[in-house]
């Protein structure tokens, strides 16, 4: 390719360059976990929401850079999995933002689009912590910036960004203290630094991206929800027919004055950007007087006017399809993340309309969510991600329905299951939202898996296949034996006596060994409340609550 500047088609060939040297090196990112538990997946959920970028850039048959730009950033919002891969869809969409207007990336716009690129990835993290993925952007970006002052071809410009990058990464354990210890650099920041390898040798002329191809025709690797039903708005409450939607372009565009305009014109208006571009949005019942007013102040681009009455006509009849099916529209519906069909059948027999398959190794994305949330006949939904690398995920469905999504930050099964003890399908969403959220905030979990390499860790000398226990998601001891393990962790840990223990034993413990394990405990802990119940998780032998 040796390119000095990148254009739609080439582009194009650069993120799938990208991708395909993810691809190549993604078990080399899994294997960086700060912990050494078999569920280290950062550089699968980098990867498989680089490869939906990918595929969604495929699709489009416009060569035209914002168009190219626009695709990934589509693709990568909708197949974002876990918090790395949330970052990975917020870099393209602030890169997006970064070159909007641009017909070609010279040195300048790509150092605009990694500056948004970081902007909207430190956004997309409520507490960002330096020594990660974030760190690694901004630095980048800072680099490009700097860079511009000094006469280089672009892949000597890219080339020395990498670098970096590259350096900044291996700063990061000084930066946290938990990657000191366990001897690692951040895997979020790794994955990226692939990333920008293959993209560097795309410009170069190599040609990385050929074993993409097997890739870009593999199915999900996980069992989806599917199906639609939708919420029953009814005709009467649109008051405003056409949703108009629009870029406007211009010179010193006064937003403020725009969105005072507007507000007497109908209603869910949204006006956004700067002085040069703003994306518009309003419902309303004349959107030629919107499109008159706006053509005075710019240039107008990527119109787009839906009839609002013909869309929820479709919707109602597939609400009363799904009546007749028995299946009728409630206020909330529940959509929860689990693992082993034992794990499965709690949630559905706590009143889960929709479980989905995820957890450990297995992140959904954004699109399964929302695959998820289409098959549930409800107005508002409830979510339970019940793993903390889920959450961000979680977060980005909302901006994909109409109707009002809330999630449940649930970080672990026990919490979710607390969380659902709270539900009230008489509330409205808010309130159920911070019930539930109370709920599960009085529940601790342990967990015991097995480690997946040697490690030293809290003073533990951890060998590679020996059992381990987590306690609030931190490794606290280490042992030969699940079961023992277990009842040393519990015995560690739980200092009231009068406590509720809920133990989920998983696929590789056979009920009789957890039964002989209950009846010991039960014998240890006479003044404790115990339960046994079968998860059928896979890789985690048990999982256990305490309240």
């Known amino acids: 390719m040796n ?4 254009d739609g088609p080439q582009l194009k060939k ?7 040297m993810l691809y190549e090196h993604k078990d080399e990112v899994d294997a960086l976990n700060v912990f050494p538990v078999p569920d280290g997946d950062t550089g699968t959920n980098m990867y498989l929401t680089f490869l939906s970028a990918v595929r969604e850039v495929e699709k489009t048959t416009s060569d035209q850079l914002g168009d190219v730009v626009e695709s990934a950033a589509q693709g990568a ?5 876990g918090n790395s891969g949330v970052i990975v869809s917020q870099f393209f969409r602030g890169f997006a933002k970064g070159v909007a207007g641009a017909r070609i990336l010279g040195r300048e716009e790509v150092a605009k689009g990694i500056e948004g690129a970081a902007n909207m990835a430190y956004q997309a993290v409520r507490k960002p912590v330096e020594g990660t993925i974030l760190t690694v952007i901004r630095e980048a970006a800072a680099e490009a910036r700097r860079l511009l002052e000094q006469p280089m071809s672009m892949a000597e410009y890219l080339e020395a960004i ?9 700063k990061t354990p000084e930066m946290l203290p938990t990657l000191k210890q366990a001897g690692v650099v951040d895997a979020g920041g790794k994955g990226l630094i692939f990333f920008l390898q293959g993209v560097l040798e795309a410009v170069k002329g190599s040609p990385v991206a050929s074993k993409l191809t097997v890739a870009l025709s593999e199915d999900s690797p996980y069992r989806l929800a599917s199906g639609y039903a939708e919420g029953d708005m009814e005709l009467e409450e649109i008051n405003f027919q056409y949703c108009t939607e629009f870029i406007l372009r211009g010179e010193n565009l006064q937003i403020e004055n725009i969105r005072q305009d507007l507000t007497p014109h109908g209603d869910c208006l949204l006006v956004v950007g700067d002085a040069k571009t703003a994306k518009i949005h309003i419902h309303t019942n004349n959107p030629g007087l919107i499109l008159d007013y706006a ?5 107008m681009s990527e119109i787009q006017i839906h009839n609002m009455v013909e869309q929820s006509q479709q919707r109602l009849e597939r609400v009363k399809q799904a009546a007749k099916e028995s299946e009728p529209v409630k206020e909330i519906g529940l959509v929860a993340v689990a693992s082993g069909e ?5 949630f559905r027999s706590l009143g889960v309309d929709v479980v989905i398959e995820g957890g450990q190794t297995m992140n959904p994305s954004t699109e399964d969510l929302y695959r998820a949330a289409e098959k549930v006949s409800a107005k508002q939904l409830i979510i339970l991600p019940n793993n903390g690398n889920i959450i961000m995920t979680a977060g980005q469905v909302s901006e994909l329905t109409p109707e009002p999504v809330g999630v449940v930050p649930s970080k672990t099964i026990p919490q979710g299951i607390a969380a659902l003890m709270a539900f009230n399908p008489q509330t409205d969403l808010r309130e159920n939202i911070e019930a539930m959220t109370r709920a599960m905030s009085g529940v601790q979990t342990g967990e015991v898996t097995f480690a997946v390499r040697d490690t030293v860790y809290n003073g533990l000398e951890i060998k590679e296949g020996d059992i381990i226990g987590l306690w609030e998601d931190e490794v606290v001891l280490a042992g030969k034996d699940p079961g023992q393990v277990l009842f040393d962790l519990i015995k560690k840990e739980v200092s009231r006596e009068d406590a509720l223990i809920s133990i989920y034993y998983g696929k590789d413990i056979s009920s009789e060994v957890a039964q002989e394990l209950l009846n010991n405990l039960q014998d240890s802990f006479p003044e404790a409340e115990i339960e046994l119940y079968y998860g059928g998780q896979p890789l985690y032998y048990f999982i256990f609550s305490v309240e």
């Open 14 to 20: 650069v993120i799938a360059a990208g991708t395909a």
């Open 3 to 6: 390119m000095e500047n990148i």
């Open 342 to 346: 034992g794990l499965q059948q709690i």
């Open 162 to 170: 990498y670098h970096h990058a590259d350096w900044i990464l291996s």
């Open 295 to 299: 053509v005075r102040l710019g240039d």
């Open 77 to 81: 919002l909708m197949g974002a999995r």
